[in-house]
Nanobody
Framework: QVQLVESGGGSVQAGGSLRLSCAGSAYTYRMNCMAWFRQAPGKEREGVARISADGGSTLYADSVKGRFTISVGNAKNTVYLQMNSLKPEDTAMYYC?????????????????????WGQGTQVTVSS
């Protein structure tokens, strides 16, 4: 079964940190691009951070630059999102996504619909 599974969400106070993890099943090995999206109540799902499978290329949303770091794990198709200096506006359901793209540029700039696989999400709540 092809799937992505997120973990690491929770509730923290503003200024705190969380580390999200996403593990892909064995059949996700063909994916060459992974990303984290988030969706707050009443808002559209937005891209937070993207990374090529080799970890060589990354892109962040302006709202998280300097606070979040995306990285790939030693196990193929494992991706992390280290979130520091969390703010109440970071509160959302966070989703891991994976896809296949022709180049690193497309990996970093693909629209949400370009990602073939999605996890079920993990909730992040930041209180003030």
């Amino acid at each position: 079964q092809v799937q992505l599974v997120e973990s690491g969400g929770g509730s923290v106070q503003a200024g705190g940190s969380l580390r999200l993890s996403c593990a892909g099943s064995a059949y996700t090995y063909r994916m060459n691009c992974m990303a984290w999206f988030r969706q707050a109540p009443g808002k559209e799902r937005e891209g937070v951070a993207r990374i090529s499978a080799d970890g060589g290329s990354t892109l962040y949303a302006d709202s998280v630059k300097g606070r979040f770091t995306i990285s790939v794990g030693n196990a193929k198709n494992t991706v992390y999102l280290q979130m520091n200096s969390l703010k109440p506006e970071d509160t959302a359901m966070y989703y891991c996504a994976a896809g296949v793209f022709g180049s690193a540029w497309y990996c970093l700039h693909a629209l949400r619909d370009g990602y073939a696989l999605w996890g079920q999400g993990t909730q992040v709540t930041v209180s003030s």
